[in-house]
């Protein structure tokens, strides 16, 4: 069955950086256009950043773009995210999600991301 | 950005009653090649999002058929004919028309 592990959440300081994986199984990792969706604590969702199956096409959030990239390795069926300059505001869960040509149909369970002092 | 409003955005319910969402975009949802991406999601407590419908009304495989999804253009709607005990959660609606994609604020959904 399709299967999306999130994993490198932590907690960070203003201005610093991490790194997001996310381990796909299941399926044809390579067909699938892939997506980063954030959901602050309590709040609701915001998508971050989406990619075509072969990483050529890239989009992102205004709130995210300059200070994160995503990528992908079709060869480790893995998704990355690469966060710089970190702010408060970006504390949040980080959901990996696959789509399905519709939308997003299955998501991973998540990794936390908290951004303090 | 298209915004996604959600009325009511809390729904008490009582068991074995029906239930319903309201979901709308500030502009069209319909996408050039003709599809409408107005999608539907259930988020249970401590639980990731769950698709329950796609593209305004095909119900996921496993998602019971008490849920319906209808609507066009801007304006959609999503149906519990008899709500049970696992359908309390959030649920959001999401435009996939438009870059960003955006979703609604949420509707909580809680017994009375």
């Known amino acids: 069955q399709v299967q999306l592990v999130e994993s490198g959440g932590g907690l960070v300081k203003p201005g610093g950086s991490l790194r997001l994986s996310c381990a796909a199984s299941g399926f044809t990792f390579s067909d699938r256009f892939m997506s980063w969706i954030r959901q602050a604590p309590g709040k609701g969702l915001e998508w971050v950043a989406y990619t075509s199956d072969s990483g050529s096409m890239i989009k992102y959030a205004d709130s995210v773009r300059g200070r994160f990239t995503m990528s992908r390795d079709n060869a480790k069926n893995s998704l990355y995210l690469q966060m710089n300059s970190l702010r408060n505001e970006d504390t949040a869960i980080y959901y990996c999600?696959?789509?399905?040509?519709?939308?997003?149909?299955?998501w991973g369970q998540g990794t936390l991301v908290t951004v303090s002092s | 950005d298209v915004v996604m409003t959600q009325s009511p955005l809390s729904l008490p319910v009582t068991l074995g009653q029906p239930a319903s969402i309201s979901c709308r975009s500030s502009q069209s949802l319909v996408h050039s090649d003709g599809n409408t991406y107005l999608n539907w999601f259930q988020q249970r407590p401590g639980q990731s999002p769950r698709r329950l419908i796609y593209?305004?009304?095909n119900r996921d495989a496993g998602v019971p058929d008490r849920f319906s999804g209808s609507g066009s253009g801007t304006d959609f709607t999503l149906e519990i004919s008899r709500v049970e005990a696992e359908d309390i959660g959030v649920y959001y609606c999401?435009?996939?028309?438009?870059?960003?994609?955006?979703f609604g604020p949420g509707t909580k959904v809680d017994f009375k």
């Open positions: 999600a696959r789509d399905d040509g519709s939308t997003v149909d299955h």
């Open positions: 593209r305004v009304s």
């Open positions: 999401l435009q996939g028309t438009h870059w960003p994609f955006t």
